[in-house]
């Protein structure tokens, strides 16, 4: 089985009530499909928002990488838009 961290930061860590979790996905498709029995609509609406940036191991994903296959250990991480000044 492939095991992988998904990490959610900022304010997506509130909408999710957790900082991170362990899920079993081999792509990161299988992945959102399994989250969407985790989290209520709502929750998952602001993951997966279009300003929304998913890194796998530190690596930012451009568009055609959301098919990605996951190794056992992969971290995934949630990362909401960033504003400053």
């Known amino acids: ?4 961290r998904v990490v959610f930061f900022a ?3 509130d909408a ?6 362990q899920v079993e996905a081999h792509s990161l498709p299988v992945l959102l499909d399994k989250m969407r029995s985790m989290f209520v609509a ?5 993951l997966t928002a279009d300003n929304v940036r998913i890194a796998v191991n530190q690596q930012l994903l ?3 990488q959301h ?3 996951l190794q056992n250990g992969d971290e995934v991480a949630f990362l909401p838009p ?4």
């Open 1 to 4: 089985m492939t095991s992988v």
């Open 82 to 85: 960033v504003t400053g000044g």
């Open 11 to 13: 304010s997506l860590r």
């Open 62 to 64: 451009a568009g055609e």
């Open 42 to 46: 709502e929750v998952m609406t602001a």
């Open 67 to 69: 098919d990605l296959t």
């Open 16 to 21: 999710t009530g957790m900082a991170d979790c």
